[in-house]
């Protein structure tokens, strides 16, 4: 009778397959969004994510690692600082002509095709 007993005891205690596959998947998860908030409180996401390249951010971004691999002087900085702020203004010009230009050649489906084709273009 004890023997019956014991066995039942011990099958009373065994874990249930999708139990167990529940509380596993559970505390990954647990861990992973725990590893998440410590590295966005930690600041590492910050070197994750760099800013877009025709923004503010990433354009004195771009700026500032020329001046540090070019080593440039003060008086240096500020006038790559000019030409390469008189670049971007030409670029921007240049490319909202032509987006006129071209928005005037195409007809309305053909624009949204191109819309399309260019933000497909971006994310490469």
């Not at 921007?92 to 497909?120: A, G, H, P, Y």
Request: hydrophobic residues 40%; glycine residues 4%; contains cysteine.
């Amino acid at each position: 009778m004890n023997a019956n007993l014991i066995e039942k005891a011990a099958a009373s205690r065994a874990w249930n397959p999708k139990v167990a596959g529940l509380t596993v998947l559970t505390l990954v998860f647990l861990c992973g969004m725990a590893a998440g908030a410590l590295v966005m409180h930690l600041g590492w996401h910050q070197h994750l994510h760099q800013p877009a390249f025709d923004t503010p951010a990433g354009r004195a971004l771009y700026f500032e690692s020329l001046r540090k691999q070019l080593d440039l002087t003060p008086a240096q900085a500020e006038q790559m600082q000019s030409i390469l702020g008189d670049s971007w203004q030409y670029y921007r010009t240049v490319l909202s002509d032509s987006k006129n230009r071209i928005d005037q050649v195409l007809t309305e489906e053909q624009r949204r095709k191109f819309e399309r084709i260019l933000q497909e273009a971006q994310r490469q």
